[in-house]
């Protein structure tokens, strides 16, 4: 039985191209989790929404500066769970600030100043990476996954339904995946990757 990280068991996640943990809560109970047991100071909080905090968090575990690749990847990440996905927008606008600055009452509230990042395109890519003998799936950013996987399906928000999408995605890296890996990914079950699709649905990067 394989033990699963403590990030990999409720939230979404995935790492950056620049070794850092990016997470994400699923719900605002998550994100109050996250704000109180595993975020520090030197981690970066990264918003869709400032009046809706659901937010993505870089975890900075060894207080050096954040490089703004990661930044960046982080941003498409919050994008692309946000409701610029589900409204089929071609960019939007992310905004980030240092733990110090978000204090945790009734609400989630920030003090001093917001950066933001303009024209954050959503897009998510799956692949799988071999472990203990099986595949397991990852997502996140292109930039981050193909920095894991050689090969990958990269998604858009669109119209077509996550189970029709998952097998087209299914198919695609049976096609695109070395001749080892193939069987594998035939066993992996479509409803998960139906799960990471965001807001239910999109369409492949043709």
Do not use: C
């Not at 980030?96 to 100043?113: A, C, H, P, T």
């Amino acid at each position: 039985k394989i033990r699963r990280k403590w990030y990999e068991r409720f939230y979404r996640w995935f790492i950056s191209s620049d070794g850092f943990l990016v997470i994400m809560g699923k719900n605002e109970r998550h994100n109050r989790t996250i704000l109180k047991r595993y975020s520090k100071e030197n981690d970066l909080l990264l918003f869709a929404n400032l009046k809706n905090p659901i937010f993505t968090v870089i975890k900075n575990e060894k207080s050096s500066s954040i490089p703004p690749e990661t930044i960046y990847q982080a941003a498409q990440f919050t994008a692309s769970y946000s409701i610029a996905w589900k409204e089929k927008k071609e960019k939007t606008t992310i905004f980030y600030v240092k733990r110090d600055q978000v204090m945790l009452n009734d609400k989630i509230l920030i003090q001093g100043g917001i950066k933001e990042i303009k024209k954050v395109k959503p897009v998510i890519s799956i692949s799988v990476k071999q472990e203990n003998g099986n595949v397991k799936l990852i997502f996140g950013p292109p930039t981050a996954i193909r920095k894991i996987s050689p090969f990958l399906v990269t998604i858009i928000p669109g119209d077509k339904e996550a189970r029709e999408l998952s097998q087209e995605i299914k198919k695609e890296l049976m096609l695109k995946a070395p001749f080892e890996l193939k069987d594998l990914i035939e066993a992996l079950d479509a409803k998960e990757i139906e799960k990471v699709i965001p807001f239910g649905k999109g369409e492949i990067v043709k």
